[in-house]
């Protein structure tokens, strides 16, 4: 386990301090309440429950790294309080993952971030870049990352994925540091603002109860009946999952899914005949789907399903014509030393050619408007025809 008592150590000049008893965890966050800044990082297990299992908090101050034993400290409100306070920049890396965790255990939504990986993707990084590789450019220092894995559960904790919790937030103000000085000098920072502002509102980390629904495609071939199981599917496995804290994928697998769909409504002689689900899973829980199968669609469902947008026809034109555009975006970032994976997403991009009507807008608004330009985020927005004339040693483009 951990030392009874804090131990110290130096790392550079920073002490690294192991908190594992609720009044240390209390005196040192209530004097880190009134900190211009702080950096952290979290490190948790998910894969073997519902809900994460967050195990360890790393904090870095202007003098000292604490290391905090979540498994031993429960009450972290202190920390959280932190969190929320607009008067503390958080400092992170890769924070997205850290600020969901902390809205799902405890419902909390931060204020004045800043991120190191969404700073580099602004001044030349692809984007999502690793957190060793921004430090050995940025700061010369090779990390060794071979703890990324760690059982964070494990007590005592192994050494060296101590180390490696320590050398994740170590070099966060030095990165902080270093990165606001190339935004300032490519006049970048209210971007990086603006991108980190997204986290700082319960919106970010509202979930579709629809969502695994709306993603698959072959709903829009199924018959009223089906949709509405289907959809009743989706959300028994996420209440069962729930229910006893374990992953989704242990309640029901994804690939058998349509599976069950198709064999439910025939009874169990359909399941025999199948021989790809296991006989356990579908014995367990046959009646249970057959219930979901039989119970007639409420208004609620009636009124969802009704307002589905029907699938597009294809377009190959339009296709053609968007995936030229998303070149044009491509090479403006390229001239501007900006991740084209950070300005529009692959997946984003996706749904804008398709048209559909989930795509985000204010992601061709705020800085990207001002980096693409007026012409090209029309371009994008209306997705019309391009003409194209070759010419003797050039080839003009008109829309």
Not at 22 to 47: C, K, N, P, S
Not at 210 to 236: C, I, P, S, T
């Amino acid at each position: 386990m951990f030392p009874s008592n804090p131990v110290y150590f130096w790392r550079m000049n920073q002490r690294t301090h192991f908190l594992e008893k609720q009044q240390d965890f209390d005196r040192v966050l209530d004097a880190m309440a009134d900190a211009a800044w702080i950096g952290f990082d979290t490190e948790f297990v998910g894969e073997k429950t519902y809900v994460p299992v967050l195990c360890l908090i790393q904090i870095v101050t202007n003098n000292d790294i604490y290391l905090i034993d979540t498994l031993r400290i429960k009450d972290l409100r202190k920390f959280l309080d932190i969190v929320a306070d607009p008067k503390v920049l958080k400092i992170t890396h890769a924070g997205d993952n850290d600020y969901r965790l902390l809205n799902i255990l405890f419902g909390t939504v931060p204020q004045n971030t800043f991120d190191t990986q969404i700073a580099a993707g602004l001044v030349g990084y692809n984007y999502p870049a690793g957190f060793a590789k921004i430090v050995e450019r940025e700061l010369r220092v090779s990390l060794a990352k071979s703890h990324t894995v760690a059982d964070w559960e494990a007590r005592p904790l192994d050494p060296k994925a101590l180390d490696y919790a320590v050398e994740d937030v170590k070099y966060l103000p030095a990165l902080h540091e270093k990165l606001t000085r190339k935004l300032a000098r490519h006049s970048r920072e209210s971007w990086a603002r603006e991108e980190n502002r997204k986290w700082e509102t319960p919106d970010f980390y509202a979930v579709d109860p629809n969502k695994e629904l709306l993603a698959n495609d072959f709903v829009h071939q199924l018959g009223f009946h089906e949709k509405v199981f289907l959809m009743r599917l989706y959300r028994w496995r996420v209440e069962r999952a729930i229910e006893l804290n374990i992953p989704k994928e242990q309640v029901l697998q994804s690939r058998f899914v349509s599976t069950v769909l198709r064999a439910t409504k025939d009874g169990p002689g359909a399941f025999r005949a199948n021989r790809t689900l296991p006989e356990n899973v579908w014995k367990k829980n046959l009646d249970t789907w057959q219930e979901l199968w039989r119970r007639k669609a409420n208004d609620e469902e009636k009124e969802f399903l009704e307002s589905l947008p029907k699938p597009k026809p294809e377009d190959p034109e339009r296709e053609w014509t968007m995936e030229l555009l998303y070149h044009f975006v491509k090479k403006q970032c390229l001239e501007h030393e900006i991740s084209a994976a950070l300005l529009l997403p692959k997946g984003d991009f996706n749904r804008l050619k398709a048209g559909s009507d989930d795509f985000d807008h204010s992601l061709l608004s705020g800085w990207r408007f001002e980096l693409l330009g007026a012409e090209l985020v029309e371009w994008l927005t209306k997705g019309g025809k391009i003409e194209v004339e070759w010419k003797e040693g050039y080839c003009k483009l008109t829309m």
